[in-house]
């Protein structure tokens, strides 16, 4: 009996030669690409204290000056001081200066509590 990948004459084709085989192409490459050649948007942290009074919620950012806001649940008072947060961080890169952090963040008050935000420009 003959082994299947011993080459038979058939198999056996010079360079030179025509095939009456298909071309084969390698396959599509599948998954997640390794690199990126986009540039990544910067991350800055923003700390957050929040409290919530009577139905109220009120927010100030502890590392960047004059952010503060109130609203009507937390996810609003939090879109509101991400929003404030991007466009006051991304004002100041865009005019060359450093945004006005707060080193060290302020001290949190009696009943707040603390939220770490990594925010995306």
């Not at 009456?20 to 957050?48: H, M, N, Q, W, Y």
């Not at 409290?51 to 109220?56: L, P, S």
């Amino acid at each position: 009996m003959l082994n299947p990948s011993d080459p038979t004459p058939t198999d056996e084709v010079d360079e030179t030669s025509p095939t009456d085989r298909p071309s084969t192409k390698p396959p599509p490459e599948t998954g997640l690409p390794v690199e990126s050649t986009a540039p990544t948007a910067p991350a800055f942290g923003c700390i957050v204290y929040f409290a919530c009074d009577d139905g109220v919620f009120r927010g100030r950012v502890a590392n960047l000056a004059g952010i503060e806001v109130s609203a009507s649940s937390q996810r609003e008072m939090l879109g509101q001081i991400v929003a404030r947060f991007k466009s006051s961080v991304a004002g100041s890169l865009a005019e060359g200066e450093t945004p006005a952090w707060i080193v060290p963040p302020s001290e949190k008050r009696p009943g707040e509590t603390k939220l770490f935000l990594p925010v995306h420009l």
